[in-house]
């Protein structure tokens, strides 16, 4: 979660899920922090970061806003995600799975929903973008190895697609206790592998090309907005002698009065990005379109047609109207983008509508709904119930409700948070009736899609 200031308190509590009172646990401040570093610790990388930006900028002109974000963010020696563990009250911002160990409990059950509902297939991929802490896979995780019975003997892989090897440290200690090994080649496609503290075998990947098909499900949390975004305005131009109405890409330039500074400029020719990536259709007089978020997509949505599964995309975003989202976020404020560069997280909303877009009709979309009726129809409302009434710590049982009202409060994450899912064709189609003995018998209704309707698992 990107916002400013009221998240800083929020410390995530781990509540067993069915324990009894007594062996209900919190983890204290200064454990949940412990993987990351303080402020005084932090690397400074802005001054480089500033200094590899203006010399590219010398060198070639002026660059794209995706440029920026995508040198800022994940250059693989000063990017923000490279050096930083930048999540958390310490760190730059908050997520869901940081807040509450019940969203990625609620994830896990969608997940085994998903695989139900694909007829349990005997190998199963988790395959997550961006782990960060690798808090939503471990809650995730917990619940595949307390429903192993459902799981029978599915050969169960975890897979993470992650940018940064700091961050992919703090994720193996999190989910394999450090028992991890990292490649011995930087370039390997598998940079780091083990056996996560429920016994599956763990990867980790820079690129979804590099992760094995089959059947998997692909979940993203908090990364497209992450992914470097173009930005374009639309101008009445002069342009080859003549007056006309023509979108131009806003650029990130050299501050001529402050040479140490850096500020957007709008360049007064079509680029190639101004001239392909703007929809014909488009009303809106500023725009943001994310070309990597789109390439993406359209992979996971021909794995999906082509090997099964699902894919959830969860993260703040709009349908196609919002049009300046740009932001930097520092220490839990509003950071300027273009300050420091290297020193605050970066990112935009995310366009469900392009991204739908993207995806075609190789698969079938759902959502994007809210957080609050996803988290709402996945029966999040059942499980705080469960976890307050095996608590009896006041303390935790009060951080369990506010923690639950954040996720769910539509004047904090309920609503700006939205879940949208891509599925293969057959989850939802009613399979052909099968020949018996007596007859035809009709082959039961495909399960309905948890979380973008209610839970119905039987
Ligand atoms: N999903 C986590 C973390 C979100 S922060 C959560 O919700 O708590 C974004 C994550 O995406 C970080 O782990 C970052 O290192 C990773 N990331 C950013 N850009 C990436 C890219 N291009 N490829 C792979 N991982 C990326």
Same mark, same amino acid.
């Given at each position: 979660?990107?916002?400013?200031?009221?998240?800083?308190?929020?410390?995530?509590?781990?509540?067993?899920?069915?324990?009894?009172?007594?062996?209900?646990?919190?983890?204290?401040?200064?454990?949940?922090?412990?993987?990351?570093?303080?402020?005084?610790?932090?690397?400074?990388?802005?001054?480089?970061?500033?200094?590899?930006?203006?010399?590219?900028?010398?060198?070639?002109?002026?660059?794209?806003?995706?440029?920026?974000?995508?040198?800022?963010?994940?250059?693989?020696?000063?990017?923000?995600?490279?050096?930083?563990?930048?999540?958390?009250?310490?760190?730059?911002?908050?997520?869901?799975?940081?807040?509450?160990?019940? #969203?990625?409990?609620?994830?896990?059950?969608?997940?085994?929903?998903?695989?139900?509902?694909?007829? +349990?297939?005997?190998?199963?991929?988790?395959?997550?973008?961006?782990?960060?802490?690798?808090?939503?896979?471990?809650?995730?995780l917990?619940? #595949?190895?307390?429903?192993?019975?459902?799981?029978?003997?599915?050969?169960?892989?975890v897979?993470?697609?992650?940018?940064?090897?700091?961050?992919?440290?703090?994720?193996?200690?999190?989910l394999t206790?450090?028992?991890?090994?990292?490649?011995?080649?930087?370039?390997?496609?598998?940079?780091?592998?083990g056996t996560t503290t429920t016994g599956l075998?763990i990867?980790?990947?820079?690129?979804?090309?590099?992760?094995?098909?089959?059947?998997?499900?692909?979940?993203?949390?908090? #990364?497209?907005?992450?992914?470097?975004?173009?930005?374009?305005?639309?101008?009445?131009?002069?342009?080859?002698?003549?007056?006309?109405?023509?979108?131009?890409?806003?650029?990130?330039?050299?501050?001529?009065?402050?040479?140490?500074?850096?500020?957007?400029?709008?360049?007064?020719?079509?680029?190639?990005?101004?001239?392909?990536?703007?929809?014909?259709?488009?009303?809106?007089?500023?725009?943001?379109?994310?070309?990597?978020?789109?390439?993406?997509?359209?992979?996971?949505?021909?794995?999906?047609?082509?090997?099964?599964?699902?894919?959830?995309?969860?993260?703040?975003?709009?349908?196609?109207? +919002?049009?300046?989202?740009?932001?930097?976020?520092?220490?839990? +404020?509003?950071?300027?983008?273009?300050?420091?560069?290297?020193?605050?997280?970066?990112?935009?909303?995310?366009? #469900?509508?392009?991204?739908?877009?993207?995806?075609?009709?190789?698969?079938?979309?759902?959502?994007?709904?809210?957080?609050?009726?996803?988290? +709402?129809?996945?029966?999040?409302?059942?499980?705080?119930?469960?976890?307050?009434?095996?608590?009896?710590?006041?303390?935790?049982?009060?951080?369990?409700?506010?923690?639950?009202?954040?996720?769910?409060?539509?004047?904090?994450?309920?609503?700006?948070?939205?879940?949208?899912?891509?599925?293969?064709?057959?989850?939802?189609?009613?399979?052909?009736?099968?020949?018996?003995?007596?007859?035809?018998?009709?082959?039961?209704?495909?399960?309905?899609?948890?979380?973008?309707?209610?839970?119905?698992?039987?």
């Open positions: 979660m990107r916002t400013v200031g009221a998240l800083q308190r929020f410390s995530r509590v781990l509540v067993c899920p069915c324990p009894p009172p007594s062996s209900v646990r919190s983890w204290s401040m200064a454990q949940i922090r412990s993987c990351s570093r303080s402020s005084a610790e932090k690397p400074m990388p802005r001054n480089s970061m500033l200094r590899h930006l203006t010399s590219k900028i010398k060198a070639t002109g002026p660059i794209s806003v995706a440029e920026y974000m995508r040198e800022v963010l994940t250059n693989p020696v000063t990017g923000y995600y490279v050096q930083n563990d930048m999540l958390g009250p310490d760190g730059d911002f908050i997520t869901s799975p940081e807040i509450s160990q019940i #969203f990625g409990e609620l994830l896990g059950i969608w997940c085994l929903s998903e695989w139900m509902g694909a007829g +349990k297939p005997s190998h199963f991929q988790l395959v997550e973008f961006g782990p960060g802490r690798g808090s939503l896979a471990n809650d995730i917990r619940v #595949f190895s307390q429903l192993r019975g459902a799981l029978g003997g599915t050969a169960v892989s897979h993470l697609v992650e940018v940064s090897s700091k961050l992919s440290q703090v994720q193996a200690q999190a206790r450090d028992q991890s090994q990292v490649s011995a080649r930087e370039d390997e496609p598998v940079y780091r592998q075998p990867s980790w990947y820079r690129n979804l090309d590099d992760v094995p098909r089959g059947f998997s499900i692909y979940l993203a949390h908090e #990364f497209f907005d992450a992914l470097p975004i173009h930005k374009f305005q639309s101008l009445i131009v002069m342009w080859a002698q003549r007056t006309e109405k023509g979108w131009r890409e806003v650029m990130v330039d050299i501050d001529p009065d402050e040479p140490g500074k850096l500020r957007f400029v709008i360049v007064p020719a079509p680029t190639l990005a101004s001239t392909q990536l703007i929809q014909a259709d488009e009303v809106r007089r500023l725009v943001e379109v994310c070309p990597e978020g789109g390439i993406i997509i359209q992979h996971l949505a021909n794995r999906i047609a082509e090997d099964g599964g699902a894919a959830l995309i969860a993260d703040y975003g709009h349908g196609g109207t +919002k049009t300046d989202t740009f932001r930097g976020f520092k220490d839990h +404020k509003l950071h300027d983008v273009l300050a420091s560069p290297g020193s605050a997280d970066l990112t935009a909303d995310v366009d #469900f509508s392009y991204l739908r877009k993207m995806a075609g009709a190789t698969v079938a979309c759902m959502g994007p709904v809210s957080q609050r009726d996803f988290l +709402k129809n996945m029966g999040i409302d059942t499980r705080l119930q469960v976890l307050l009434r095996n608590c009896a710590d006041p303390s935790i049982k009060a951080q369990l409700i506010q923690s639950y009202d954040m996720l769910t409060n539509p004047q904090k994450m309920g609503e700006r948070f939205q879940f949208f899912t891509m599925l293969n064709h057959r989850r939802l189609t009613r399979p052909e009736p099968e020949q018996s003995e007596g007859g035809e018998k009709k082959a039961p209704a495909p399960l309905p899609v948890a979380g973008f309707s209610e839970l119905g698992l039987s």
